[in-house]
């Protein structure tokens, strides 16, 4: 698939609380290779112009682990938030125009079916972004999808923001997006600290281009499995299944 007119942000700088948070999350192997290493393989199917992979928390290692792939590194020297690391992204994007495609580096589940179809979406819709979006049963731990009367979304809720109500729903943020670039860091400037979490959250962004009425568009995925990322040991048991899976369809 020839698409030199995007690029790729992958997220990779916080570590995995629940995984104990003594080594970068995105580094524990499957297989024996790391999930960032899975996901790198998924994403360089779509060609991208250029893969930035941003650091942080043990960037050495990260960094050490992608030798001999062509990926940019960007560090975040101070963790504060999704929106501050795709920030941090600006100087190395400075010459390129056309789409973004920004994800977390802990969903190796992610395939490239998937990516496509957004892209596809985007461009079909002319969106300024586009939002994956997957219906769980368990949607504890994301971000809640709110879409108004006319079913088009409204905004993006985080769990720790949202009122019972809001907890209820089951569409999640899965966490994927597809920006034009441009308007992505036109209105990253323009995002406020989370008074909560004290981080700048990159759905705020999307909040702002509804609010300013961009262009917002989404695609629930029918394989929600693909979009949970690796939280917990026991999804680190499922995601060895199913690459185990893959290989026995080989």
Known sequence: MQNNDIAVIILAAGYGKRLGGKNQKTLVKILGKPLLAHLIDTVKKCNPERIVTVVGFQKEKVIKELEGENVVFVEQTQLLGTGHAVMTCRNVLFDFNGNVLVLCGDVPFLSFKTIKKLQEVHNET????????????????????????????????????????????????????????????????????????????????????????????????????????????????KAEQYFLSLRRQK
């Open 126 to 237: 002319n969106a300024d972004c586009t939002v994956l979006t997957a219906i769980v049963d368990n949607p504890c731990g994301y971000g809640r999808i709110k879409r108004n009367s006319h079913d088009k979304i409204e905004k993006i809720i985080e769990e720790i923001n949202a009122n019972p109500r809001e907890k209820e729903i089951k569409e999640i943020n899965a966490g994927v997006y597809v920006f034009n670039k441009e308007k992505l860091f036109e209105y990253l400037s323009h995002i406020h600290l989370d008074p909560i979490k004290k981080e700048y959250y990159l759905t705020d962004v999307i909040e702002l281009f509804i609010k300013t009425g961009k262009k917002v568009s989404t695609w629930i995925t029918p394989t929600p499995e693909e979009t949970i990322g690796i939280n917990t040991h026991q999804d680190l048991i």
